[in-house]
T-cell receptor, first 116, second 112 residues
Framework: GAVVSQHPSRVICKSGTSVKIECRSL??????MFWYRQFPKQSLMLMAT?????????EQGVEKDKFLINHASLTLSTLTVTSAHPEDSSFYIC????????????FGQGTRLTVV | GENVEQHPSTLSVQEGDSAVIKCTYS??????FPWYKQELGKRPQLIID?????GEKKDQRIAVTLNKTAKHFSLHITETQPEDSAVYFC???????????FGPGTRLSVLP
């Protein structure tokens, strides 16, 4: 299977600062990347879908200006949490799809964000 | 849009017993149903999937059944082992959409 690498795995930041999370597909070209947020003991909530070279499509209720997504290449997508607040603390996880393995979604390791 | 429900939310079984997790979906256009296993603090891992043109699929101790008419699908784990303890998520996807819609998850505990 394909490998998706997500960094950092954990980050603690001060309220008001911005945090960037990277998601890389290591051995395949990710035509589509998905960003999820997962609260403790809850399911994966889709935040946005991004296709390489185009703007991300955000789910209802997700603030575009707060969660900036960039998918500039076929192997890298980034999620930037801007002006983070304690309520943004969560587990963020990306997944990538490729045309070759069209059905399966390969997940990154996830990032535990804590805003203090 | 698609809505996926999953039951039970928690499940405890004795080692060696079977475990069954059930999901229902709302969009009859959904045609792909994967199951993911997520251990604490780790990424979800695909364990088995089924397409809408198949009614059942088995992989060693794991099997998935699909009832398109009733719009529900189930995960069956036989001869459970402690390492099967994790959260299991079902998901559904349509051929038109790109993203999966995940169920709320089932926390499975296999007691030794």
């Amino acid at each position: 299977g394909a490998v998706v690498s997500q960094h950092p795995s954990r980050v603690i930041c001060k309220s008001g600062t911005s945090v960037k999370i990277e998601c890389r597909s290591l051995d395949f070209q990710a035509t589509t990347m998905f960003w999820y947020r997962q609260f403790p003991k809850q399911s994966l909530m889709l935040m946005a879908t991004s296709n390489e070279g185009s703007k991300a499509t955000y789910e209802q209720g997700v603030e575009k200006d707060k969660f900036l997504i960039n998918h500039a290449s076929l192997t890298l997508s980034t999620l930037t949490v801007t002006s983070a607040h304690p309520e943004d603390s969560s587990f963020y996880i990306c997944s990538a799809r490729t045309r070759r393995w069209n059905t399966e979604a390969f997940f990154g390791q996830g990032t535990r964000l804590t805003v203090v | 849009g698609e809505n996926v429900e999953q039951h039970p939310s928690t499940l405890s079984v004795q080692e060696g017993d079977s475990a069954v997790i059930k999901c229902t979906y709302s969009d009859s256009a959904s045609n792909y149903f994967p199951w993911y296993k997520q251990e604490l603090g780790k990424r979800p891992q695909l364990i088995i999937d089924i397409r809408s043109n198949v009614g059942e699929k088995k992989d060693q101790r794991i099997a998935v059944t699909l009832n398109k008419t009733a719009k529900h699908f189930s995960l069956h784990i036989t001869e459970t082992q402690p390492e099967d303890s994790a959260v299991y998520f079902c998901a559904a996807r349509t051929s038109l959409g790109q993203n999966f819609v995940f169920g709320p998850g089932t926390r499975l505990s296999v007691l030794p």
